[in-house]
Nanobody
Framework: QVQLVESGGGSVQAGGSLRLSCAASGRIFSINAMAWYRQAPGKQRELVAVMPSGGSTNYADSVKGRFTISRDTGKNAVYLQMNSLKPEDTGVYYC???????????????WGQGTQVTVSS
């Protein structure tokens, strides 16, 4: 019903920057919130940043001041600007959207396939 496709991952040295993008498509009536999660090897998936519609953004303490989440509601897209990257930021980054679909008009949580971010020291 809904597809989320991420792009923008890659390899970078510590201190560098990357910008992730995620575009949602399909039977979208509205999007309540969009977020970025990440999963490091051997660890659980964790919330990095979330941007609700009409609400304030929230960030994991570990990325505050370095990462910025933004949305383009007209394109059903969400972005993550990552600056001052650290090796501990390495992981697979997933886009998440809470989407109301048509014709059911029910909310569901949808995930992208993930994009790898590798930060070397």
């Amino acid at each position: 019903q809904v597809q989320l496709v991420e792009s923008g991952g890659g390899s970078v040295q510590a201190g560098g920057s990357l910008r992730l993008s995620c575009a949602a498509s399909g039977r979208i009536f509205s999007i309540n919130a969009m977020a970025w999660y990440r999963q490091a090897p051997g660890k659980q998936r964790e919330l990095v940043a979330v941007m609700p519609s009409g609400g304030s953004t929230n960030y994991a303490d570990s990325v505050k001041g370095r990462f910025t989440i933004s949305r383009d509601t007209g394109k059903n897209a969400v972005y993550l600007q990552m600056n001052s990257l650290k090796p501990e930021d390495t992981g697979v980054y997933y886009c998440n959207g809470v989407v109301k679909t048509w014709p059911s008009l029910e909310f569901g949580a949808y995930w992208g396939q993930g994009t790898q971010v590798t930060v070397s020291s």
